[in-house]
């Protein structure tokens, strides 16, 4: 039987992937030490996506609890599955650049020391699998800031003449950038992924993403955009806007076109590959525009609080060009764009999120 194996499984884009190749017939190993709760305490606790997925697939998940720091534990792993693992999504990190600033050894152990166990786990024992690696569109550090912006009354927007006026494109320069120390590790992750592709013919790929989002987030104040804003709106709790009077965009991307994504590259893998994805022109807002659907969605005003100064590297305008992945897999597509994301992460997540809160 063939194995996907996915790290931070019980995380947004993780647990998604499991769900989806397990409803294929495939056997998902997952690997989720539950590390988001020590970065961010109780509340982003992924525990309870674990249980989803032991219910949900029974049999066909079976579940490690495993740090990706620990060589020897992840190598044991995957000499135990071998040649059967024809699929590894790699998607266990430290997810905030505000966070890293607190831990840059930790940081980097997690999210540059784990992506190459990972590598050199799959190098040796299943070689002709296909790796996917969730990297970020904070390689290109705060490059972004230095488009020529135009602001409205709701959102900064790029200058309809320029060449990114689409999204922007891999084009993009990684080099001379502040990338925050996030951002960096993440490089190093990123470039290790493509290396292994290109040195020893693996199929690799990175994708670079947006705001990676949907129902199955565990949402905190430093990770998780669209979902905890939405948990704030729910809940009654007050949302902090920082920086840039709340007008930054984002684009953002709902976790069932990323997995879409994702299945696209496994039927059809290439080599050392790198695709900017995220919601591109189709699901993009800025926080004012975001906190205006709450709103909306939920039928109450929010509690906000502006602060002036923006996150260091932080991005202004962030649109993905998803032009590359589409020329590459034309039969995808965003399928999802933003007030339904905000719909579907409100409709899966009030009544528990209202039970936290009380509790």
Known sequence: MSVALVTGSCGLIGSESCLHFGALGMDVVGIDN??????????????????????????????????????????????????????????????????????????????????LN??????????????????????????????????????????????????????????????????????????????????????????????????NHSPTQLHGFLAYLMRCAVTGTRYDVIGYKGKQVRDNIHSNDLIAAFQAFYDAPRSAEVYNIGGGRASNCSILEAVAL???????????????????????????????FRSHYPSWDIRHDVRNILTDIHDSNRRRWRVEAVA
């Not at 786990?121 to 488009?147: E, Q, W």
């Not at 590297?313 to 998803?322: F, K, P």
């Open 34 to 115: 539950d590390m988001r709760r020590t970065f961010f305490g109780d509340e982003a606790s992924t525990a309870w996506q674990r249980q989803t997925l032991e219910q949900t697939l029974r049999q066909r998940y079976r579940h490690h609890a495993i740090d990706i720091r620990d060589a020897a534990a992840i190598d044991a792993l995957f000499e135990r599955h071998g040649s059967a693992i024809s699929l590894i999504i790699h998607t266990a990190a430290q997810p905030s650049h505000d966070w890293a600033a607190r831990d840059p050894q930790m940081d980097f152990s997690v999210n540059a020391n784990g992506t």
């Open 294 to 324: 709450c709103e909306e969605i939920t039928g109450r005003p929010m509690d906000l609080a502006f602060k002036e100064a923006n996150r260091i590297g932080d991005h202004i305008w962030w649109v993905s060009s998803l032009d590359r």
């Open 118 to 215: 990972m590598l050199e786990a799959a190098r040796r024992h299943c070689p002709d699998a296909v790796f996917i690696f969730t990297s970020t569109n904070k390689v290109y550090g705060d490059t972004p800031n230095r488009l020529p912006l135009i602001e409205t009354e709701t959102r900064y927007e790029i200058d309809p003449a320029h060449r990114y006026a689409g999204g922007i494109a891999e084009d993009m320069s990684i080099d001379a950038t502040l990338h925050s120390l996030f951002g960096a590790s993440k490089v190093a992750a990123d470039v290790l992924v493509q290396e292994f592709g290109r040195y020893f013919g693996m199929k690799t790929v990175c994708f670079r993403g947006g705001c990676l989002t949907g129902p």
